[in-house]
């Protein structure tokens, strides 16, 4: 987990603190989290620049970090069904943040991080397969794929409907196929 000074145990706890309140009516605001977490204020500071850089980090671990390892272990479609499992899990903490502009939810950072996840994926994919690319071809379909991932993400978060995430899988791994095809 990044932070301003490096993880640790302590980012590492005030991020899964943060994290299991996601499952509630609403998150902890930051008085909540340090007074739960035994800290002072300074303290979070010292690892955080505020709690939408604790949501980034966490999404950057959870969602970034976590599609990468899924898809590297089980492919695509598996690293999808994963972000969607997780957004459904604190889907009610996710739509507060949201709402809640200071609360942190910097769809283009998440963006940015994610398409360069993908751009990783399609290259590993392109080697896999040996097949050619030029860079720009890749960042182009990886460009596309992401911002169609992210979409349907913040549709499913406005209030989409439960089949999304295997609809999100089959289209996208359709996508990448075609690309390779």
Same mark, same amino acid.
């Given at each position: 987990?990044?932070? &301003? ?5 302590m980012?590492?706890?005030?991020a899964? /603190? *943060?994290?299991?309140?996601?499952t509630?009516e ?10 739960? &977490?035994h800290?002072?204020?300074s @303290?979070? +500071? +010292?690892?955080?620049? #505020? ?29 999808i069904?994963?972000d ?10 996710i739509? *507060?943040? &949201?709402?809640?502009?200071?609360? #942190?939810?910097?769809?283009? @950072? ?11 994926l ?17 960042? *182009?379909? #990886? @460009? ?11 549709? +499913?978060?406005?209030?989409? /409907? ?5 609809? /999100?899988?089959?289209?996208? /791994? ?8």
């Amino acid at each position: 987990m990044e932070a &301003c000074h490096g993880g640790g145990e302590m980012a590492g706890l005030l991020a899964d /603190t *943060f994290l299991e309140s996601l499952t509630g009516e609403r998150p902890l605001s930051l008085q909540e989290l340090c007074r739960e &977490c035994h800290i002072a204020r300074s @303290t979070f +500071y +010292y690892y955080y620049q #505020g709690l939408p850089g604790l949501v980034q980090a966490l999404f950057r671990r959870d969602l970034v970090d976590g599609f990468r390892d899924m898809a590297g272990a089980y492919g695509l479609q598996a690293a999808i069904l994963y972000d969607f499992s997780y957004l459904r899990q604190y889907r009610q903490g996710i739509r *507060f943040l &949201c709402r809640h502009a200071d609360g #942190g939810i910097r769809w283009d @950072t998440f963006r940015m991080e994610m398409e360069e996840t993908v751009l990783g994926l399609l290259r590993e994919e392109a080697r896999n397969r040996h097949t050619l690319f030029r860079e720009d071809a890749l960042r *182009f379909y #990886g @460009t596309l794929l992401t911002g169609f991932l992210v979409d349907r993400y913040q549709e +499913y978060l406005a209030g989409g /409907t439960d089949d999304l995430p295997e609809k /999100t899988a089959e289209n996208l /791994t359709g996508l990448l196929n075609a690309v390779f095809a």
